[in-house]
T-cell receptor
Framework: ETGVTQSPTHLIKTRGQQVTLRCSSQ?????VSWYQQALGQGPQFIFQ???????GRGNFPPRFSGLQFPNYSSELNVNALELDDSALYLC?????????????FGSGTRLTVV | AQTVTQSQPEMSVQEAETVTLSCTYD???????LFWYKQPPSRQMILVIR??????QNATENRFSVNFQKAAKSFSLKISDSQLGDTAMYFC???????????FGTGTSLTVIP
């Protein structure tokens, strides 16, 4: 049984650029959620994807967008990067109703915006 | 809105001793889940223990146990026989029963001293 894999592990981008982060979900999981963890903070919910559609969104602007593919892997896209977007981005996969069936987190992508 | 508060940014404990991490939360929900997650330097969030709010019995997992006080909205984690591998950030988290997102606290950095 494979876990959640995120790529890349580290990334440096310039303010104003666009970035795409990738996540492969754990085998048997059909739901992917993305979290932003700023330095010294707890993770904040960005959005969740289920059956290739957005299924809930946190307090993040539209320049944060995502995709889920038929194999349940997912991408997080961030446009017009700002310095405050520097953070660890965590992906987590689950079956639907993760509180019942468990969440598996990846090791994250560390994004630095300069 | 749900909020989770961890008032101890840093704690330390001697190896083999017992330590308690504090967490309080605020919600108008009557049924929900509470979690403790561990985040070691590898950055992956690892589930330590989970509590269903409708269960009065406190959850236990080997050396880890919780003290759940629903009326006080308190959810503390006790680690017994602390081991060096317990050194990590610990996050308290809340999830609605019908929800799809975690609400995390700001974390407690625990160091186990040899």
């Amino acid at each position: 049984e494979t876990g959640v894999t995120q790529s890349p592990t580290h990334l440096i981008k310039t303010r104003g650029q666009q970035v795409t982060l990738r996540c492969s979900s754990q085998s048997g999981h059909n739901t992917v959620s993305w979290y932003q963890q700023a330095l010294g903070q707890g993770p904040q919910f960005i959005f969740q994807y289920y059956r290739e559609e957005e299924n809930g969104r946190g307090n993040f602007p539209p320049r944060f967008s995502g995709l889920q593919f038929p194999n349940y892997s997912s991408e997080l896209n961030v446009n017009a990067l700002e310095l405050d977007d520097s953070a660890l981005y965590l992906c987590a996969s689950s079956s639907y109703r993760p509180a019942n069936y468990g969440y598996t987190f990846g090791s994250g992508t560390r994004l630095t915006v300069v | 809105a749900q909020t989770v508060t961890q008032s101890q940014p840093e704690m330390s404990v001697q190896e083999a001793e017992t330590v308690t991490l504090s967490c309080t939360y605020d919600t108008s929900e009557s049924n929900y889940y509470l979690f403790w997650y561990k985040q070691p330097p590898s950055r992956q969030m690892i589930l330590v223990i989970r509590q269903e709010a409708y269960k009065q019995q406190n959850a236990t997992e080997n050396r880890f146990s919780v003290n759940f006080q629903k009326a006080a909205k308190s959810f503390s984690l006790k680690i017994s026989d602390s081991q060096l591998g317990d050194t990590a950030m610990y996050f308290c988290a809340f999830m609605k029963v019908t929800g799809n997102q975690f609400y995390f606290g700001t974390g407690t950095s625990l160091t186990v001293i040899p």
